[in-house]
């Protein structure tokens, strides 16, 4: 971790490449965390949260996966969003 960040986020998208206009779930991922704060994450709840919502879950979301470096805890769902999705 860099620049004293509590999380590490990956998208389908290189992190060194703006997202695609169509698809940037990076950024709004990475706000909604930074407003959450390492003080107010409690578990894989708080995160799972913020990833599963729109715009972070889309059409062309397929899985999400959580993990934890310091307990180990790993954790994946397969997704899918139906209906209108962002």
């Known amino acids: ?9 990956e998208t389908n998208y290189d992190n060194w490449k703006e997202a695609p206009f169509f698809d940037d779930r990076r950024n709004p991922a ?20 913020i990833l599963n919502g729109k715009p972070n879950l889309n059409k062309l979301t397929t899985y999400t996966t959580l993990m934890s470096v310091k307990t180990g805890q790993y954790e994946a769902y397969r997704q899918y969003c139906e209906g209108i999705c962002s």
């Open 1 to 9: 971790l860099n620049n004293g960040s509590f999380y590490v986020l």
């Open 30 to 49: 990475k706000a909604c965390l930074n407003q959450l704060g390492p003080q107010n994450v409690h578990g894989f709840e708080g995160v799972f949260n």
